[in-house]
């Protein structure tokens, strides 16, 4: 039954194994220490924790320069570590995603060490070569001001292999049926160990073509439903989280008109979007994006995020947009990356006023789709823009007032933690949160757990309801005989407000606030909002589990809405 798609009404949790928790006292975090701070995430609420890297790597990029994709890297343990956290997860209800990277291996990977050695090879075609420099070697490049090229000669062999991410990270010629199978057998390797899917990394460049000749890439789509249907049948409620920033008109292409290819997509449209509303208190280019990514299959879901562990990409805003966000959250060039970014984390990027905080959060909680929330942004964790590159927001977790944030008994860490100014982890940590009912972290469980509470948001259908003020942002969820209201206000400035819940019969009416204690039954409501205040209304009463239907029916807004286009 579709009900049962766990991922549709989730709170998931990004975060490294390797800037999390240290138990072995190496300085580098490891699965033991996770499985120690499993209580932590359970108390939290979150559903599902999303993995990024852990398997063998020469670490120049984070662990997403993979060396071996059927083992755990050796500083952060063994398969049997592994094993007893997913374990450990599934006591507690959590389920586990992991990091599916195959655009590239690292260059120090077997296959691309057997690739190079001869052009008569088993793995020469895993990868894609050329023997002379193609014309278009300077276009194309991910990181842009960082790297010079997307073809590189391998002196070993004389040719020129591709490589759309950094020149350590070589292409596997995801055209190659052997190397699709081994993607399939990778996936099928850790759904045994315990996953529940994957968030597959860079996918526009895992299913395009490749290669000298390829002057325009073509995306075969059909290999992601050729990954949905051995999820399907290896494990059915297993998942693919895809990380595509695309154009809204393409979404339906990874969705599937069916529901056949990917299961989830980052909606990275509507994050950019968000953040110019944040920038310029106006909801409109927002609300055109929410619009324009509302089509999805009654299976697929996006999902919603802040900020993750990249850049912020501001690529897909107009100029003029991307300058406002610039002037509002990076002014500095140090604070800005690859020619279309911004690298900080959240609350930097707002100054550290908990108003903004808690307005930006309760509008990803808020917003059509599942939230994923970045390891430490439920402390409003900093960031060290004196680290290289996205370095800066991956710092390890703080999580007391003891040496190294209490992350590592050692000396030092491999990553520094942040020490110093007023995120420094004596003034931001878990353990002295945990201890204020009014921390960031106190008020982020009781969000989490609120918005599990309305599941409307996850499977309803939406509508933004106009209003004459740009800065205020109403939205209305109907799933099931009943609905959900969201009012946010993004200006610093207070806001009168009056508008109408825009339903067919008197549910509307009532308005009863699930942050606090406060109602409003007047049909026409007319409120006063703080300076980024924001209010999450049940719409009708609090009687709404026993109004809940047991199948899909005409929502009053959809009834609504048909009869004013009479």
């Known amino acids: 039954m579709i009900d049962d798609l766990w991922y549709k009404n ?114 020469r075609d895993w990868y894609v070569w050329s023997d002379k420099k193609p014309a278009n070697a300077d276009k194309g490049m991910v990181f842009p001001g960082v790297q010079k090229t997307t073809w590189t000669r391998d002196k070993q062999s004389g040719a020129f292999y591709f490589h759309r991410f950094y020149d350590f990270q070589p292409d596997l010629n995801t055209s190659n049926p052997e190397v699709q199978a081994e993607i399939l057998k990778i996936m099928g390797f850790w759904i045994q160990l315990g996953v529940s899917g994957f968030r597959m990394d860079a996918v526009p460049f895992v299913i395009a073509t490749k290669g000298a000749g390829v002057k325009k890439p073509v995306e075969q789509y059909d290999m992601l439903r050729m990954f949905r249907e051995f999820l399907q049948w290896r494990q059915g409620e297993a998942i693919i989280l895809a990380e595509a920033n695309v154009l809204p008109e393409t979404d339906m292409q990874y969705f599937g008109d069916d529901g056949d290819r990917m299961h989830m997509m980052f909606n990275f449209h509507v994050n950019q979007h968000l953040f110019y509303a944040l920038a310029a208190s106006d909801i409109r280019p927002l609300a055109k994006a929410l619009q324009a990514t509302k089509p999805r299959p009654a299976s697929a879901q996006w999902g919603l995020f802040l900020r993750n562990h990249d850049e912020l990409d501001l690529g897909r805003l107009t100029r003029q947009q991307r300058e406002a966000v610039f002037a509002a959250f990076g002014p500095d060039k140090s604070m800005q990356l690859y020619d279309r970014g911004i690298r900080r984390r959240l609350a930097p990027m707002l100054g550290g006023d908990r108003r903004r905080i808690e307005l930006a959060y309760s509008l990803m909680f808020t917003l059509p ?198």
Request: hydrophobic share 35%; net charge negative; glycine share 10%.
């Open 10 to 123: 989730a709170v998931f949790y990004c975060l490294s194994v390797g800037t999390y928790m240290d138990a072995d006292g190496d300085g580098i975090g490891d699965f033991k220490g996770l499985t120690r701070r499993l209580d932590y995430l359970h108390g939290l609420g979150i559903t599902a924790i999303w993995l990024m890297p852990f398997q063998p790597s020469p670490q120049r990029d984070d662990g997403y320069d993979v060396a071996d994709y059927y083992n755990v890297d050796p500083r952060y343990g063994t398969l049997g570590d592994f094993v007893q956290f997913t374990h450990g997860c599934q006591q507690r209800g959590i389920r586990v995603i992991i990091d599916l990277v195959v655009n590239h291996t690292s260059d120090q990977h077997p296959w691309f060490i057997d690739a190079r050695s001869s052009k008569t090879s088993r793995h």
């Open 369 to 566: 789709g599942t939230p994923v929330i970045r390891y430490g942004d439920e402390l409003a964790m900093g960031d060290d823009l004196g680290l290289p590159e996205r370095n800066c927001a991956r710092t390890p977790m703080q999580w007391s007032a003891e040496p190294h944030g209490g992350f590592t008994k050692c000396e030092t860490s491999v990553s520094p933690v942040i020490d110093h100014g007023p995120y420094g982890y004596e003034h931001v940590n878990a353990a002295k949160q945990r201890r204020d009912p009014n921390a960031m972290l106190n008020w982020t469980e009781r969000i989490v757990r609120m918005r599990k509470e309305v599941p409307e948001i996850g499977w309803g259908d939406f509508a933004v309801i106009a209003t004459k003020d740009p800065a205020v942002l109403i939205m209305r969820y109907d799933w099931r005989n009943n609905s959900v209201l969201f009012v946010h206000n993004l200006d610093e400035k207070p806001r009168e407000i009056t508008f109408d819940a825009g339903l067919s019969d008197d549910t509307g009416k009532l308005l009863i606030n699930l942050l606090s204690e406060d109602a409003d039954d007047r049909g026409r409501h007319t409120m006063v909002l703080e300076p980024y205040g924001y209010r999450w209304y049940r719409v009708g009463g609090l009687d709404y589990l026993l109004r809940r239907s047991d199948i899909e029916t005409e929502s009053p807004g959809k009834r609504a809405r048909k009869t004013l286009r009479r």
